[in-house]
């Protein structure tokens, strides 16, 4: 299956605290992507990870990617309450097509 | 805030209607998608487009056909609806030329079906 796995698939948070999420595949991962969904929305790109990367920053995200286990983790540091939402990882296959997991809902107890 | 729209936002209608889920980008995007969600879940491809006049089926079995007349534009469309077509359906758009092999995809703000 070309589907992700994320783990834990929901998640309660103070502000503040640092939430960390994972994501696994069946497959071999490429370049990996991250997406936050706002409840009833769209999804918002948040960071890729290339295949050949194993750490990416983007303010207060970390992302790690490890091959080896199909897996990448995603950190928000210092939580707040606008980052409430679910989040997606989505993996790079065929010509330009992405199969995503099956998300993490964030909560964020201001 | 990406430059794709979707309408309607939401939908409830009677089965064995035909509906039009209406997506439009103003980027230039030559790569158009779309996917189905239901709540809670992951998104599942149901079709894809290339450019004009290209349309491909997605991993995910759908009823539903769609059109790319123009680069702008990728409606979807059912041809008569039933109760399990209710579902989110998410359109997005990618452009290979300035992406790369990044395949950036971004998102309209999805049409919520519901079928009575």
């Known amino acids: 299956s070309q589907q992700g796995e994320e783990d834990p698939q929901a998640l309660s948070i103070q502000e503040g605290e640092n939430a960390t999420m994972n994501c696994s595949y069946k497959?071999?991962?490429?370049?990996l992507q991250w997406y936050r969904q706002n409840s009833g929305r769209g999804l918002v790109h948040l960071i890729l990870?290339?295949?050949?990367?194993r750490e990416k920053h983007s303010g207060r995200l970390r992302v790690t990617l490890d091959t080896s286990k199909k897996s990448s983790s995603l950190l928000i540091t210092a939580s707040r309450a606008a980052d409430t939402a679910s989040y997606f990882c989505?993996?790079?296959?065929?010509?330009?097509?992405?199969?995503f997991g099956k998300g993490n809902q964030v909560v964020v107890i201001p | 805030e990406a430059d794709i729209y979707q309408t309607p936002r939401y939908l409830v209608i009677g089965t064995g209607k035909k509906i039009t889920l209406e997506c439009s980008q103003t980027m230039g995007h030559d790569k158009m998608y779309w996917y189905q969600q239901d709540p809670g879940m992951e998104l599942h491809l149901i079709h894809y487009s290339y450019g004009v006049n290209s349309t491909e089926k997605g991993d995910l079995s759908s009823e539903s056909t769609v059109s790319r007349i123009r680069t702008e534009h990728f409606p979807l469309t059912l041809e008569s609806a039933r109760p399990s077509h209710t579902s989110q359906y998410l359109c997005?758009?990618?452009?290979?030329?300035?992406?790369?092999?990044?395949?950036?995809?971004?998102f309209g703000p999805g049409t919520r079906l519901t079928v009575l």
């Open positions: 990870i290339r295949s050949n990367e």
């Open positions: 497959t071999s991962i490429n370049n």
């Open positions: 989505a993996n790079h296959y065929g010509n330009n097509r992405l199969a």
């Open positions: 997005a758009s990618s452009d290979q030329k300035t992406s790369g092999s990044s395949d950036t995809q971004y």
